[in-house]
């Protein structure tokens, strides 16, 4: 059985790599930052819920990482700015973080799972005004 | 802008005149701007991208326009709407945010003038920065600030309307030109930003029809702007080329350096551009794109494999496609110029969704979670099969997803499975918020009879709730109910009935086991005044302490809250 480990690790003939969980999570954070949409992330525990909205403390919540073997796997918990197409802007996310973690690493990233916790008003008076 | 005579104020016709020749302008350059992006980046064709985006927004403002809307206030949210529901890739959900902030700026306004135009794209800018917690300088968000900016500035010298719109192009074109120095990527493949020029190139379509041109998709070509230098030179070759001709393979190619040996890229270009029409090749000594119109593609590919590794090869057949739109394959929107169409091929994968919602809240978050048909009804009045049907049938995909979001809609939705020659699943959801937690679910990847499975599942993971008025005195399954108490529902079956909504609220929570719950999302309905929502939330956190407690407007009619627990 496979267990799940706490490095992504590649061997060539001039020794070994390790890549921790931690830094290929750092890697993640720093793209989506970037990322469009993106306005903040969630506490992962809450998986499945709708409109749930933290103010950032840690800036690794909402990101978690699981490797096995050299399969990396990436879950993220984001909240959206409120007026984006959320279904793009996850595809969106999914792709540039696979892209960034890949580009670091070299390594395969197997998964890249959004789960999209919330949504956010950045102010009411215009979420007010879109409603009249 | 707007009638000949007239050009101080902007009217909706005006603007619809600007947004046609500005969505014209950008279908001619969509295949150039693709071109910019050199690296292998995720949202690699922009131009396709802002295009497809820019194409939904215009069919829902010209649907607008039939059906009566006018004004140019009306038609900009109208337009702002029809970006978001069809934005595609980043940068069509960036240009979606700058038209929704757009059409925030001009409001309810009948007309614009370039003072309101000033401060509509001043918003657009606002709009698109608060979206992203990290804004890259060097990027379409500089592009329509600067041109935000320049307005500002352009309105305090001369605030005629099309000063101060010539004064936007202007700042746009020269924040583009900008952008390699802002951005390294850029500066070191030579290239603009390729969502800039697409802002650019819009502006550009308006500018034409401010000054009383008409642009089309076929006839209009505006001259390329921005750009360093050597961009200017690359963009001039394709517009010159581009257009001529329309046989033979589209071939696109990427030629990445083998053993770190350096491109020699003038002399690959050299070769390359003559093998074939249409030529870009771009790059830099690590990284070439290709991008040529050739009767021979294989001559492409071994002229190319010979300097490096090649990636990302993609050869089309150009008469084929042009023959597939002439048919009609392709569909209504696209077919202005059959030839970029056939360029600009809708990739969009995975099942399409028809959710049953009545609440402009409710219908919003549907949409928002990617929802693209949405059938107005609910609990009390439910829509007919034909609806539905019409529904499924309006959506370009062949996979639909049906939420019915009400157990009296389930059995009319599973009528429709039959009647239409599309695969249709109906997702078997009782409530609007279990249709929520379903979208949620979506993984557009993934196969119809997949996503059913997880959205069904998704959908029995939370308890859902409701609040209404009794409008008779009965007693259903053994709760007495006397007319006009309010009435307390989970998961559809009535359970509870008491004098104030608060005392329903409360037994509802205490049924559905809120105190183990991590979430309580409660949406608002119309007939609720405002504060009565918020103090509503107030009394829960008082009883239930830490639990998180979500207010949303749904809109809903008739009923006073829905609520999902999770």
């Known amino acids: ?132 | 802008m707007s009638s000949e005579t007239d050009t101080t104020v902007c009217d909706g016709n005006g603007l619809l005149a600007a947004l046609d020749a500005a969505g014209a302008n950008l279908e001619h350059h969509a295949e150039a701007i693709n071109a910019l992006n050199v690296f292998p980046v995720p949202d690699g064709d922009t131009g396709k991208n802002m295009l497809l985006t820019m194409q939904a927004a215009l069919a829902a403002v010209h649907a607008a326009a039939a059906e009566g809307t006018t004004g140019a206030g009306p038609l900009a949210a109208k337009l702002a709407r029809g970006a978001m529901m069809g934005s595609r890739g980043n940068s069509g959900v960036i240009l979606s945010q700058i038209l929704r902030g757009f059409a925030r700026g001009i409001g309810e306004e009948a007309t614009f003038d370039g003072q309101l135009l000033a401060v509509a794209l001043r918003e657009a800018a606002t709009t698109a920065y608060r979206a992203v917690q990290h804004p890259v300088e060097g990027t379409m968000l500089t592009v329509i600030r600067v041109a935000a900016e320049t307005a500002e500035a352009a309105v305090t010298q001369d605030a005629a309307l099309v000063a101060v719109l010539d004064a936007t192009l202007a700042g746009a074109r020269d924040a583009l030109a900008r952008t390699p120095e802002l951005l390294a990527r850029l500066r070191e493949a030579g290239v603009v930003d390729a969502g800039g020029q697409g802002i650019v190139t819009l502006l550009e379509g308006a500018v034409l029809a401010a000054h009383g041109e008409t642009l089309t998709a076929s006839s209009g070509v505006v001259a390329p702007s921005g750009g360093t230098a050597a961009e200017l030179g690359t963009m001039s070759d394709f517009m010159a080329e581009h257009g001529e001709d329309e046989v033979g393979y589209c071939t696109n190619v990427m030629i990445a350096q083998r053993e770190r040996q350096p491109l020699d890229f003038e002399l690959i270009r050299e070769r390359l551009l003559a093998l074939g029409e249409s030529g870009v090749v771009i790059g830099d000594e690590e990284l070439i794109k290709v991008h040529i119109h050739t009767e021979n593609p294989g001559a492409v590919l071994t002229e190319a494999v010979q300097w490096g590794e090649l990636d990302q090869i993609r050869i089309d057949n150009m008469s084929f496609q042009v023959e597939a739109v002439s048919a009609g394959v392709r569909g209504a929107t696209a077919i202005a110029n059959p030839l970029t169409a056939a360029s600009i091929e809708d990739d969009s994968g995975g099942p399409q969704i028809v959710a049953v919602a009545s609440g402009d809240g409710l219908i919003a978050v549907l949409q928002g979670l990617g929802a693209q048909g949405i059938v107005s009804g609910g609990q009390t009045m439910n829509p007919s099969t034909e609806e539905l049907l019409r529904a499924v049938e309006a959506l370009p995909g062949n996979e639909v997803i049906i939420l019915p979001n009400n157990s009296n809609v389930i059995l009319t939705a599973e009528q429709v499975v039959d009647l239409t020659s599309k695969q249709v699943v109906v997702v078997p959801t009782r409530s609007v918020p279990q249709g929520i937690a379903a979208l949620a679910a979506v993984n557009f990847d993934d196969t119809l009879t997949e996503n059913a499975e997880a959205m069904t599942e998704a959908a029995q993971g939370i308890r859902s709730a409701e609040i209404t008025h009794a409008v008779r005195t009965t007693t259903i399954g053994g709760v007495d109910v006397i007319e006009g108490q309010a009435i307390g529902l989970i998961d559809g079956k009535l359970v509870y009935a008491a004098d104030t909504v608060e005392a329903v609220l409360f037994e509802l929570l205490a049924r559905t086991d809120a105190t183990n719950a991590e979430l309580i999302t409660l949406y608002q309905g119309l007939d609720v005044p405002e504060a009565a929502g918020a103090a509503m939330v107030e009394l829960i956190h008082e009883r239930y302490g830490d639990l998180a407690v979500e207010l949303v407007e749904g809109g809903q009619p008739h009923y006073d809250y829905l609520m999902s627990v999770e």
């Open chain 1, 1 to 132: 059985m496979l267990r799940r480990s706490r490095v992504a690790a590649t061997s060539g003939a001039t020794g070994r790599v390790e890549i921790s969980r931690g830094a290929i999570a750092a890697i993640a954070q720093d793209a989506l930052t970037e990322a469009y949409g993106v306005v903040g992330m969630a506490p992962s525990g809450l998986r499945g819920n709708l409109a749930y909205y933290l103010r950032q403390a840690d800036p690794q919540r909402g990101i978690e990482v699981e490797v096995n073997r050299d399969q990396i796997t990436i879950n993220l918990s984001v909240i959206l700015e409120y007026g984006v197409r959320i279904s793009e802007v996850a595809q969106n996310v999914k792709e540039l973080v696979k892209f960034a973690v890949e580009q670091a690493l070299e390594m395969k990233v197997v998964a890249v799972n959004v789960y999209v916790q919330g949504l956010h008003f950045s102010d009411d008076q215009a979420r007010a005004g879109e409603k009249a």
